[in-house]
């Protein structure tokens, strides 16, 4: 009888089993669960080890680690000892990032096997903890294939020297069959990629007989990590039956490369693969990527608005390449349509909204999109970073010290946003003050650029020439914003010795030209304008087409110094060219774009009649419009005001006045350089209408006061 019961439930016992193992296999783990509940619940104890290993392993799937500690603490003594029990807890835990326990468990094995070894190696690996891995692997006397690979796991996610040593030593003496192992090999060639030892990586590459796809992929992925994306598409033309993850990868170094030639190649291999691949999101964000950094964001755009589910991945990619193509309204658009698809953003989404907030510069819009920004996101160290240069080109420079002031790491790009928000908002003194804070390793190219861009708008010139001679590497953009600093404050002499020294090829030392040139226009100078301009045609013919920044600010020094008709000239060549000054302004959920003498806004009355009540009012408090600023002949029934009036910024201001008479703060973003005649308005506007106006130009930022003056002193 007792032969016969205990028959029974063993029957029992393995038909639950094979019930439970059957689910877990289909993934659907709840199921595996919910039977056990039923059978095994209020008799756990008498649970075979066969039962707890399926129930813990539903658990570790689940990453339930509230129910696996349950079923832990409950389950006999004698099972608990059991190997296998252990191996599961451990896998339960370490999955569920409870690494004390996992680590209390394997410290109670006193016989321990390579596999325990292994799912420790792999645990420690999991949860960012390799060193770990590497400690327990000197433990170990005789490792297998499996632990070699977490070795070299271990190593990848390390990518030190050190690693790097250990990797190459143990490569040395495992024996050789282990290398007909092609998942070690794999292994083994991403450590060293991520090591940086590209040329050992490609010695066991081609040493080895049976390459498996896996082997490329890794190969792949090197070359494009290093930046070396034509050895990558090299190999690639070796594979005869390429899957999804090699193309995805292919389409990266396309993305690296970046130029027309690729483009063509991107779009063939686009309509060869199977369509297939088009359910992996990745590989599609991946090949809009590509697209997208070879300029061809209208292809880009046509395949995202034809792909019938859009991934989060998918929007990451687009609102980069909005931002990229300085198109920020779309990228807010298409938050908004993520939002709407209930897709919820990720770390990614939130960087590209800030960055396109960043671009159009408007507070008021900049804080009614961060309020929706979870908190856990906003303490993110490289949004923080991101915030801090939003804030700056929205004009708010109280809000990115309170973001600076409150990071907890502070790198390099953390101190280089806040000095260049300081910059921007024509606080040099700050700024350098700042810079000198600054560890001496942490300054870079960007950092300096930075600071000298602060110092250029502030005239801090010997700030500048000290913090250029202490540069220790000068590149061109140093050199630029050096030369942009003398140059605006009238050293041309000194800006030319420098532009001497760094030339080595003609095409080199055109942004310094273009610096110079800008520096001029502050001085009025047409004379030496035009040498200026006559030098670099000369030097640099075959870009003679794309010199329309160089034309404007020529334009604008014509037309400041009273040579109306050379002026006019250079604009009306400006005009075939397409090139047009924009502003735009944010107002009560709505977004103006305007153009000069702009008509298409359904108020465009409302707003031309305040226009004509600013100008009455500039002209009774003694403002006179500089006819040099008109670069056209007046017809009958024009003024110079009616012209100068006309202008982008000047509408942006007024349409904030009808649509908020009593506004205390406007604020508008424009494309271009403010002009003189613009910026001496827009003082006085602000102290007649008692209104703080905020105007970022291509430049910098002006804060006009109701006092009727501006941060920037006249300096700009």
Known sequence: ???????????????????????????????????????????????????????????????DLKRGSLIHRLISSQIK????????LIQLY?????????????????????????????????????NKAIELFHQIKKPDEIIIIFLFNAGAKLESTE???????????????????????????????????????????????????????????GYVKHNRPHEAIELFNQIKDPDEVIILLLFNAYAQIGSTEVLSLIKKK?????????????????LLDALIKCDD????????????????????????????????????????????????????????????????????????????????????????????????????????????????????????????????????????????????????EVTHVCVLNACSHSGLVDEARSIFQNAQIKTLKIFTSMVDC??????????????????????????????????VRNDKNSQLSQQIYDRMKQRFPEINNSLTPAMVLLANIYASSGEINKASDIKIQLAKSGAKKKSWSFMDGSTWTTLPHDQTHPRSSEIYAEMEKISKELIEHGHQYDSSWVTRPLDHDETIASVLCGHSEK?????????????????????????????????LIAAIRQCEIVVRDANRIHHFYTNGKCSCNDYF
């Open 1 to 63: 009888m007792i032969f016969i019961k205990r028959s029974v439930i063993i029957a029992s016992d393995f038909d639950l089993v094979s019930k439970m193992k059957f689910f877990n296999d289909e993934k659907q783990f709840k199921k595996t669960l919910q039977l056990f509940d039923k059978h095994k619940e209020q008799n756990i104890e008498t649970c075979s080890n066969s039962i707890i290993i399926q129930a813990l392993k539903a658990c570790t799937q689940l990453r």
């Open 94 to 130: 370490m999955q569920c990032g409870d690494v004390t326990n996992a680590q209390s468990l394997f410290d109670t094995i006193i016989k321990k096997s390579l596999s325990i070894y292994g799912i420790m190696m792999k645990g420690y690996i999991k949860n960012n903890m390799p």
């Open 163 to 221: 690693a790097l040593h250990l990797i190459k030593e143990t490569l040395s003496q495992i024996p050789k069959s282990f290398f007909s192992n092609v998942r070690l090999v794999a292994s083994a060639l991403d450590a060293l990629m991520k090591c940086g030892d590209i040329l050992h990586a490609q010695s066991l590459f081609n040493k080895s007989k049976n390459k498996s796809l896996s082997m490329y992929g890794v190969m792949m992925k």
């Open 81 to 88: 000892n059991d190997s296998s029990i252990v191996f599961s």
């Open 297 to 444: 964001l209208a292809y880009a755009q046509s395949l995202f608005n034809s792909s019938r589910c859009k991934t989060i991945s998918m929007f990451g990619a687009m609102m980069s390449g909005f931002n990229k193509e300085n198109n920020p309204f779309k990228t807010l658009s298409l938050f908004n349509e993520m939002k709407i698809s209930g897709i919820k953003p990720n770390r990614i989404i939130y960087l590209c909204l800030i960055k396109a907030l960043s671009q159009i510069g408007d507070y008021s819009l900049c804080k009614s999109f961060i309020e929706e920004i979870p908190n856990h996101f906003l303490i993110d160290n490289q949004c923080q970073t991101a915030l801090i240069d939003m804030y700056g080109k929205s004009g708010c420079i109280d809000q990115a010290k309170q973001i600076f002031a409150k990071m907890s790491q502070l790198d390099h790009i953390g101190y280089t946003a806040m000095i260049n928000s300081y910059g921007l908002n024509g606080m040099g003194t700050q700024a350098v003050e700042l810079y000198h804070q600054m560890p001496l390793k942490s300054k870079n």
């Open 270 to 286: 686009s309509l060869e693969i199977p369509q297939s691949f088009y359910s992996n999101d990745y590989l599609v964000a991946s």
């Open 486 to 519: 003398l140059s605006r404050a009238s050293f041309f002499e000194e800006a030319q010795k420098l532009i001497d020294e760094f030339e080595h090829n003609q095409q080199s030392v055109l942004p310094m030209y273009m610096a110079l040139l800008s520096g």
């Open 651 to 683: 509408l942006a201001i007024a349409w904030n006045f009808v649509a908020n008479p009593t506004t205390s703060r406007i604020q508008v973003t424009k494309n271009l350089r403010v002009c003189g005649d613009c910026h001496r308005a827009t003082k």
